[in-house]
């Protein structure tokens, strides 16, 4: 019975633990939910007043982390703390924890059943825009800070506090902080970002949660296809006009999906998912050398989520013909989005798509392209010491790796740093992922409160105990 008992209690404990520490952290979050900081490209709907507030509060949220770090602003609204290390133990550069305060837009505010900017703590949880995606996040990570301090702790390494403010668009804080560092000789030992999860529900066959670190990141790519004509009155049209090319080009595009391959860190994260797995994904997750040929064939044909796991994967956006009803298009477009897979390239995905469309007055044009992030390894301490961490505070979840299907700020810090992971540290429902840029997005608070656990422990290194 003694020895039953024991492990219980300790699992009561950490419970305990993540709830009261997510309570009492719980108004903080709720009232830097309450600001506006919706991004956008557009530089006169950003709303500054709101970023403003948004930086304003945070002194008086974390009066000991503003008084112990120096605060350097990036890009006018980034946030980059620098918490100075003890130097007892600084080998192989700082610790690098990074998240974004700005936000997407909501749609209708009306289908939220507390408002999104209200921040509402309601039957357990903190409701509002940015609880997930991810000033849930950021202030996990400034209350595991203000905890230690208050504790009297001192890294042994220095750790940078990197927070991001246009990461929704894809802006250049992140890459301006990554630079800053470049500038001062600074190379990060360990740099963690937004991405995967504590997911629960998420893999066919395993009950456990899965804790997936993001390792990498597809590449994002808009290519603008385009075709031209002569043009002329609608009631006079000609065969095979710059409109019908370009559909033609886009129906061969939709037809032959690039071909399917299963990365290396995919394989790495059904392998360790396979002892967790039951039957029959652990008999195929498990002999990969066998199934891996066939599991890639289902999850290509499966499409979704599944099928992007794959492959290089092609949207068509937007389309655009002439500007009138009874006028023929003199050109013609279409955005085709396209995120490359880990191991192809830029390059070599428009190469292909011209082979496809095998047309030469279809002409491709890159618009914006960047490469796949490179693959963090997983053989390492900085992902051993993640792991330890995740093995703490979520003793029922099984760590894997794999490749972030969207992108993160973190992709810019990869030129001066080896080990860049994704990872945020909450549970997440099917249901909790589907809300993210969507409606009723909320966290729970005592899943804040194992995110607050996670960062100290983090902070603290293993082997530190509560
Ligand atoms: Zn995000």
Sequence with gaps: MQIKSTPLRVQETAGGQALSLGTAAASKLSRLIGYQTVSSRDPHQVRLEEFDGFISALPELFPLVHEKLSLERVNAHGLLYRWQGSGTDDVGGPLVLMAHYDVVPVQDPASWTHPPFSGEI???????????????????????????????????????????????????????????????????????????????????????????????????????????????????????????????????????????????????????????????????????????????????????????????????TQLQGSSASNVIASRATANANIRVAVGESVAGTVQRLRRIIADPSVSLRVVEGNEPAPVSATDNAQFALLEQTIADVFPDAVTAPYIMLGGTDSRRFTGICDAVYRFVPFRMSRQDRASIHADNESLNIETFGEGILFYARLLRGPGAGQ
């Design 122 to 316: 309601a039957d357990g949880r903190i409701w509002g825009r940015g609880a997930l995606d991810d000033k849930g996040s950021l202030t996990a990570i400034l209350e595991a800070a203000e905890q230690l301090l208050a504790a009297g702790f001192a890294p042994s390494r220095d750790v940078y506090l990197s927070f991001g403010n246009n990461e929704e668009t894809a802006g250049d804080t992140a890459e301006a902080a990554a630079a800053l560092l470049e500038s001062r000789g600074i190379r990060p030992w360990l740099v963690l970002d937004e991405g995967g999860a504590v997911a629960g529900q998420a893999f066919p066959f395993v009950d456990r949660p899965v804790a997936v670190v993001g390792v990498s990141e597809k590449g994002i790519l808009d290519v603008e296809l385009s075709t031209e004509d002569a043009g002329g009155h609608a009631s006079t049209p000609h065969r095979r006009g710059a409109t019908a090319r370009l559909a033609r080009a886009i129906t061969r595009v939709d037809a032959r999906p690039l071909p399917a391959v299963l990365p290396e860190p995919t394989v790495e994260m059904i392998g360790r998912l396979a002892p967790s797995a039951r039957f029959p994904g652990r008999l195929v997750f498990g002999n990969l050398r066998i199934f891996r040929r066939p599991l890639t064939r289902v999850l290509a044909r499966m499409g979704g989520e599944p099928g992007a796991l794959t492959r290089t994967t092609v949207a068509i």
